[in-house]
């Protein structure tokens, strides 16, 4: 009887805890919180104040103030990471490869890692963009949303006013902007400047990661050169060593031809 109702015990637990895991698989984590940012549940209206750690489920609201951002994490190695800018309004989505819903303001996406078949897409009233291994910028304000590309390149297509996702797609490459007005497909596809892409870069954070890169490689570059010079210097002192030591026989032979030449006749 003890024995039926420890398994019993522990079937039950087990049923409990497989849901906790699969909620925990689509929630996300933030990772920085810079200023001032309310969170809002999805079964409240009431706001809290955002802190690192936090873990938010689909339907969290994000609102950011002026001057503030916060970093959220799509995935426990942090490879899928958004970072909302201030003056934002975001809704986490989650489902059917909608991510995050871009109310307003302002959302960099770094997306490097997703698995097979997963999306990632990042909607506004205006449009819908995403795609895999990439990086870009989605600002929503007034009547138009515009996509932004630092790395790789992004799809974006334009909705309805009933929200509907239009046919023909746009594609953004990195160092290029499209702009979507509501109701109507992506318009003409134009360039970054330099600073624009340079500003972008350093929101990302991709900047600071180019130039950990550069010096990593700057610091393997210079281990091969000082190991080449190293070999130069060892050639030579072995060529000199071999010179030094090989006998030249020239002092020798003058003084055999200097004998023959007294003997001669």
């Known amino acids: 009887m003890k024995k039926l109702i420890t ?24 990772v920085s919180v810079d200023g001032d940012v309310k969170v809002v549940p999805s079964n409240t209206v009431k706001s809290v ?31 899928n990471i958004i970072r909302i800018m201030g003056k934002s309004d975001v809704v986490l989505k989650l489902t059917n490869g909608d991510k995050v819903e871009l109310i307003d303001g302002e959302v960099y996406a770094m997306i490097k890692e997703l698995k097979r078949g997963e999306k ?11 795609a895999r291994g990439t990086g870009w910028r989605t600002k929503k304000r007034g009547g138009v949303s515009e996509v932004a590309v630092f790395d790789g390149r992004v799809y974006v297509r334009g909705l309805t006013r009933d929200g509907s996702v239009m046919d023909g797609v746009s594609w953004v490459s ?6 979507v007005k509501k109701g109507s497909k992506p318009g003409e596809k134009e360039k970054l400047t330099p600073e624009e892409l340079a500003l972008m870069e350093q929101q990302a954070g991709l900047a600071k990661q180019k130039k950990k890169e550069r010096v990593k490689g700057l610091g393997v570059a210079n281990g091969k050169r000082e190991e080449h010079r190293k070999n130069i210097i060892e050639r030579k002192t072995e060529s000199l060593r071999r ?23």
């Open 7 to 30: 398994f019993m015990f522990i079937a039950a637990f087990v049923s409990c805890s497989v849901p906790l895991v699969c909620f925990s698989s689509s929630v996300v984590e933030v």
């Open 49 to 79: 104040h955002c802190r690192v750690g936090m873990e938010l489920a689909e339907g969290t609201r994000i609102v950011t103030d002026a001057g503030s951002s916060v970093k959220l994490s799509f995935d426990p190695h942090r490879k």
């Open 120 to 130: 990632f897409r990042i909607r506004t009233p205006d449009a819908v963009c995403g």
């Open 174 to 179: 990195r160092g290029e902007k499209v702009k």
């Open 243 to 265: 010179e030094k030591d090989r006998p030249t026989g020239r002092t020798g032979g003058g003084s055999e031809l200097k004998k023959v030449r007294e003997v001669r006749p």
